[in-house]
């Protein structure tokens, strides 16, 4: 049958174009939205994503120029095949990879003194409790016992898991962590998206780059395996490997380099993100930079990173 | 407290769709409160902190979706988690978004929620069977077709009284229920006054008279031109008397008919009577003394109706425009008849503006013909030939027997209207234009030519040839009434402002005394 | 049920007929929805005296709990692959010089071209005749008996030919024991089923009763039994509908069969026949799932004063269909349609040969046609929208009975297909089944040429409904 959607890459992850155009690639349609469809790699049995043209990039996404996946009646299950520079769902739909741009996580040049990003970061926090949007952090949505003790939870968590990391207690910080994940409404509940925020922070920011020196984030990738489900575990194992989708990683770069631009539009493009997903991001964000500064790593040595 | 769970096993549903369903669940009447999330282990924590960890719920896995609610009762939270699942659905957006062909009423019902009056306008032969499936799926029914017995009528009617449903029709051409005018009828103001009509042009006609009285409409139900008949007993009648009684926004009620069989006059007197509001019976050619001694008011003609209602309505008698006959012009039209125009023609889409017409002219002159008359000998028989007073409704099946309504075309009236032009006997020819909802998008347009034709012929024959029309509508409705009129005046057409009046200036043309 | 004053303060309408009722209620900011009616049984007054008649209350109740044992019990069968033999050894009342034929009972001399061209090639096959003149003239002689495959626990696609030597797919529903048959798909399109008969087509046959279908008779001694009604609910979701689309249905079952076929004692560059053959065309599973449908409706069949179909088949001039409660069989007929669809290359609809093959049994027991939504990707066959595919799934709802829940769709929210057909609803409604099928030539010799959707004929429908009003006993 030839009933298939062309549809064009506009850009997408490195790795996952890599994989489209040499290597074949199989997967399976593991969920899929209006605006993003999550593909199980068959092989490695990660999740990539495709989302539509008004999307920003991420780690293992492609950007497909359409603006509808399920209008295309693309449903979970479907099989998905790649190689030679296309890949094609089912028989419903085609994408076209080449031309696309390749995309990698945008990197903090420099860093900016410890007391403008102190400054950032209680603007940026005062900005999210009055913009963002209520669910998990914020409450406001229901006013139900759940979503108070729910909101309750997070702050608990949050808040010890920020005090932890400031004294560089790892054991300490885990147990915080495991009580965020799974944790809150929504399809990635509210305490996973704070940790992917947290983890890019910090991974995109600390002075060793590598994961291997961070038993934290090693601890929470382990966590969250069976603590969530595998959309918002997909999330936070990039995360901490400093892989974040590039709304995420350009407020990170805003609020801690040595950029003159003010964080609030960055700030803006992450609060947009989903329903109130956003926000609980945008506060990871905020503790993730404040625990490395609690800890000391922000002050020492980052000048010689580069 | 009653705590009910639903899972969906592996189900992802995007962020916004799950908040905007929580939060509408939580706004479901009866839930304390419901949580939707995925089923992972410290939502789960919470369900348990709160009480509400179901064994189902704690069986979900990460990538499931709960849905747990928590209200008074097993019932009221099954019929949250019902009504949870019908927001998923719309949220799903699979079926919501495209436009679905339904063969069936039985699936349009299961499709649509909220619907509740079916219409059925099919061939008289099925449009029983499909009514009553209609009533059994719950719903109200208008039934514009005609040719059904008179014991599946009954039948019908029987069935919607026990359910507790409206049965209007068969042969119910005029409705307006909760502010839509359904099949043919007119935008009229929304008011106080309710009516229940077994002839469509007579509601419609009444109604229009109670708009231009400055009085305005609750609902108009229809009943059917055979209600009133012996073998149905005029159930639906009574059952729209009553439905209008317990209608917080109808405070007057008017009755439109022609005048029932006399055991069912009696029982339809005797419910109006005692339904708690005022009731004007309106029973074309029926007994005054009936009406008054059940305690009833007595419309003799629509108009009077009309003017009765919404003086009880609350409208005062002085600030209305009674719209008086015009005196006068009778004179002045009279005076240009030769005196062999002695004969009235009526060519009438509306059955009881015709029924109200030849009443009027019945009062004056005894060789009034019909082809709707109960007198065989005042039937006529070859209805394509008038005899003196002739007054034709081309609504009657002799004349739509596999066609369409004259209100929708217009063809044989306008063929007739030129052969009674060229009958010298004549003096004048009545005819009415119908607007509103269902009729033609320019009725007057369509005759305009035959008009002028007709005009031409009897000026040729060196007679003046009176025409008189009507025009049936509001200004509210989308053919402009005031565009209508201009177009027949111009042409030299006459224009009566109700059907009352038509009737008496049509018998005042050509009559002999004053 | 909405009460009078619900209806007073807001009227929502159905509407049936005149469609400017409609037009002129959404005018006026009121909500309608127009029904697509059509007047029950073609209008015609003997068929619509007879649905009255079955409407009567006592009788529409026996009809119903008829009908939901019925249902029942093609929703509750469990149909799986127990192994594959020759028709010989396995089919019963298969004898040498019996040949089995899709649709319902049909001399040779009505044959159409398809048809006659598998037969004469089946017996060239079976080596009752050395070439097709020879063949046909056997054929005519009246030593060749013909039966309908479905009198045999049989269904065959296209021609449905079935001789004595080829190798049959075994299914057993576990839930009631009744077994089905079906013999292998050839793949391809010049093939004898679609009525080619030439060296080439013979020569497949004949590797297929040597080596694939022993090679597939030891792999399932091996593999004991394989769930097909679990297959097959994989398949759907995964975008076929099993009648037309068998590409993931093939992928899984070759799946379920590759280890054992590698533990049988054939060679290995057998055993890569098999593989290869397999890949050949996405057809091969499509014979599986019309003897999983088969086997679960016949455990439906014969369920007294039940109106559900239990089948729908076609012999390339007749289509015939089993009503459950008239029992036995009983075939009704009317003339085979005109399949519609896009052709392959270089042909034209007039080379079209009628609507053919006992397939429809897909369609029978809720997918195919039926499931049209699960698979989008078929629509360029139908020449629509997929909003259009989806419709079809919607629309033949209104003429069954339940859905099945085991067989579900996802693009319809998980909705079951539908299950049940019944014959009253299709009278009532007018809305004939929807089939999907392949176009074979209708000469003989030349095999698929295109793919379409066709509908049964109303008249075997009419018939079936007079027979059993009368038999019912409310009606001459």
Redesign the interface.
């Known amino acids: 049958m030839r009933a298939h959607v062309t549809m064009q890459a506009r850009s997408g992850d490195g790795a996952f174009l890599a994989r489209v155009n040499g290597a074949a690639f199989a997967g399976v349609v593991h969920s899929a939205f209006h605006r993003a469809v999550n593909i199980a790699c068959l092989s490695n049995g990660e999740l990539h994503t495709l989302v539509t043209g008004d999307l920003d990039d991420g780690p293992n996404s492609l950007v497909v120029v359409t603006e509808d996946f399920l209008a295309i009646g693309i449903c979970q299950g479907d099989s998905v095949r790649a190689g030679g520079g296309s890949l094609a769902i089912a028989g419903k739909a085609m994408v076209n990879v080449a031309g696309a741009v390749v995309w990698r996580t945008p990197v903090p040049e420099t860093h900016c003194a410890t007391g403008l990003l102190r400054r950032r970061l209680a603007e940026a926090e005062a900005t999210i409790r009055c913009n963002g949007t209520p669910g998990g952090f914020i409450e406001g949505m229901a006013d139900t016992e759940v979503a108070r003790l729910t909101t309750r939870m997070l702050h608990e968590g949050a808040d010890g898991l920020a005090l932890a990391l400031g004294r560089g207690d790892t054991d300490a910080a885990l147990t915080h962590a495991r009580r965020l994940l799974g944790l809150g409404p929504g399809l990635t509940p509210s305490g996973d998206d704070f940790l992917t925020g947290l983890l890019a922070a910090r991974a995109l920011c600390r002075r060793q780059a590598d994961l291997g020196s961070d038993a934290f984030a090693h601890g929470v990738i382990r966590l969250a395996k069976s603590a969530t489900n595998p959309i918002a575990y997909a999330a936070i194992a990039k995360a901490a490997r400093g892989e974040v989708r590039e709304r995420v990683a350009r407020l990170i770069i805003a609020l801690g380099s040595t950029t003159a631009e003010p964080p609030s539009q960055a700030l803006a493009q992450v609060l947009a993100i989903g329903s109130s997903s956003g926000t609980e991001i945008a506060f990871g964000v905020i503790r993730g930079l404040a625990s490395l500064i609690d800890n000391g790593e922000w002050d020492h040595g980052h000048q010689d990173r580069h | 407290m009653a705590i009910k769970t639903a899972i969906k096993r592996n189900t992802y549903f995007d962020s916004v769709s799950l908040m905007s369903v929580t939060g509408r669940a939580n706004a479901v009447a009866g839930v304390d409160q419901a949580m939707i999330g995925m089923g992972t282990a410290m939502n789960k924590e919470v369900l348990q902190n709160v009480g509400m960890l179901t064994p189902e719920a704690a069986e979900a896995q990460s990538g499931d979706l709960m849905i747990v609610v928590r209200s008074a009762s097993d019932e009221i939270a099954e019929q949250a988690l019902v009504e949870i699942d019908e927001l998923f659905k719309q949220k799903g957006g699979n079926e919501s978004g495209r436009k679905m062909n339904y063969a069936t009423i039985e699936s349009a019902v299961a499709h649509v929620p909220g619907a509740n009056l079916a219409i059925i306008a099919v061939a008289g032969e099925f449009a029983s069977r499909e009514a009553r499936r209609a009533l059994e799926s719950g719903l109200h029914v208008m039934m514009f077709s005609d040719n059904v017995s008179i014991e599946d009528e009954v039948a019908l009617k029987t069935l919607a009284h026990d359910k507790g449903l409206l049965m209007m029709g068969p042969d119910c051409g005029t409705a307006y229920i909760g502010g839509v005018g359904l099949c043919f009828a007119n935008a009229v103001r929304a008011g106080n006054i309710g009516i229940v009509g077994a002839s469509g042009t007579g509601s419609q006609e009444v109604a229009a008279r109670i708009h231009d009285f400055g009085g305005g409409i609750t609902q108009i139900i229809g009943t059917g031109g055979r209600d009133l008949n012996e073998k149905v007993g005029g159930i639906m009648m009574i059952d729209g008397i009553n439905a209008l009684a317990r209608d917080p926004a109808t405070e007057v009620i008017v009755l439109v008919s022609k005048p029932p069989a006399k055991s069912v006059q009696d029982k339809v007197l005797a419910a109006a009577a005692s339904c708690g509001k005022p009731v004007v019976a309106c029973l074309l050619g029926g007994s005054e003394e009936a009406v008054t001694k059940a305690g009833l008011q007595f419309g003799k003609t629509t108009k009077e109706a009309a003017l009765k209602a919404v003086i009880r309505a609350g409208r005062k008698e002085e600030e209305i425009n009674k719209r008086a006959l015009n005196l006068p012009l009778i004179a002045e039209t009279r005076a240009k008849l030769k005196p062999e125009q002695r004969y009235i023609r009526a060519l009438l889409c509306g059955g009881t503006l015709c029924e109200e017409m030849m009443l009027i002219a019945k009062e004056s002159y005894d060789n009034v013909y019909s082809n709707i008359a109960k007198d065989p000998a005042r039937k006529l028989k070859d209805v394509s030939t008038s005899i003196e007073h002739t007054f034709i409704d081309f609504g009657d099946d002799d004349f739509t027997r596999g066609r369409p309504h004259p209100m929708i075309d217009p063809s044989q009236r306008l063929a007739r209207l030129v052969q009674e032009a060229r009958d010298p006997s004549v003096g004048v020819i009545v005819l009415d234009f119908i607007l509103g909802y269902g009729a033609h998008e320019d009725p007057a347009g369509v005759m305009i030519p035959a008009l002028v034709e007709a005009k031409q012929i009897a000026a040729t024959d060196g007679r003046h040839l009176e025409i008189l029309g009507y025009v049936l509508g509001t200004d509210l409705d989308s053919q402009s009434l005031a565009e209508q009129t201009a177009k027949l005046s111009e042409v030299g057409v006459t224009i009566a402002s109700s059907c009352t009046n038509a009737g008496l200036l049509a018998r005042g043309f050509v009559s002999k005394e004053i | ?18 469609e ?3 037009d ?2 959404e ?5 309608a ?1 127009h ?6 049984a073609g ?1 015609k007054p003997e068929l ?1 005296d007879a649905l ?1 008649a079955l409407a009567r209350p006592e009788i529409a109740a026996r009809i119903e709990t008829a009908n939901q044992e019925a249902v029942e019990r093609i929703l509750k069968s469990q149909p799986v692959l127990v192994g594959f033999g020759p028709a010989l050894e396995v089919v019963p009342g298969m004898t040498k010089t019996t040949i089995l034929h899709a649709g319902p009972p049909i001399t040779w001399e009505r044959m159409s071209g398809p048809m006659k061209g598998a037969v004469t090639g089946a017996l060239v096959f079976e080596g009752l005749a050395k070439n097709l003149e020879e063949a046909a003239a056997l054929a005519a002689s009246g030593e060749i008996t013909f039966s309908p495959c479905h009198e045999h626990n049989c269904v065959g696609s296209m021609a449905g030919v079935t001789s004595a030597s080829m190798f049959m797919h075994i299914v057993k529903n576990k839930t009631y024991g009744n077994v089905a048959y079906t013999n292998l798909s050839e793949q391809l399109s010049k093939i004898l089923r679609m009525g080619a008969n030439d060296e080439t087509v013979i020569a497949r046959l004949n590797w297929m009763s040597d080596v694939l279908g022993p090679i597939l008779r030891e792999a399932m001694q091996i593999a004991g039994e394989i769930d097909l009604r679990l297959l097959l609910s ?1 398949a759907l ?3 076929d509908e099993c009648h037309n ?1 068998n ?2 249905g093939t992928t899984i079952l070759i799946q379920k069969l590759a280890p054992f076929i590698l533990e049988t004692s054939f060679t290995t560059a057998q055993k890569r026949e098999v593989f290869d053959f397999v890949a050949s065309s996405d057809y091969f599973s499509g014979p599986t799932w019309m003897a999983m449908c088969k086997c679960a409706l016949d455990a439906a069949h014969d369920v007294p004063h039940s109106t559900i179909l239990t089948t729908m088949c076609r012999n390339g001039v007749e289509f015939g269909i089993r009503i459950s409660g008239v029992p036995g069989f009983t075939w009704f007929t009317g003339p085979a349609q005109k399949v519609i669809g896009p052709m392959f290359a270089g042909y034209k609809p007039e080379d079209s040969g009628l609507d053919i093959g006992d397939s429809a049994i897909t369609e029978t027991y809720g997918i195919g046609g039926f499931a049209m939504a699960a698979a ?6 139908v020449g629509g929208t ?2 259009e595919a ?2 079809f799934s ?2 033949m ?2 003429i069954t009975t339940a859905e099945n829940p085991n067989v579900t769709v ?4 998980f909705k079951g297909v539908p299950t049940g057909i019944d014959m009253r609803k299709v009278l ?4 004939m089944p929807v089939i999907n099928t392949a176009i074979a030539h209708k000469e003989a010799g030349i095999g698929m040429i295109g793919a379409g959707i066709t509908y049964p004929p109303m008249e075997a429908f009419e018939k079936a409904l007079l027979a059993f009003a009368r038999q019912e006993g409310v009606a001459g």
């Open positions: 049920m909405s009460s009078i004053n619900d209806l007073f303060s807001k009227v929502s309408v159905i509407n049936v007929g005149l400017m009722f409609k002129d209620i005018k006026q900011g009121g909500s929805v029904l697509d009616w059509r007047p029950p209008g619509i009255e994989q979701h995964m975008g689309r590409v993931a989008p990707a078929i629509v360029p066959l997929v909003d989806i419709g919607v629309r709802a209104e996802p693009l319809l929210n009532q409604t007018g809305i």
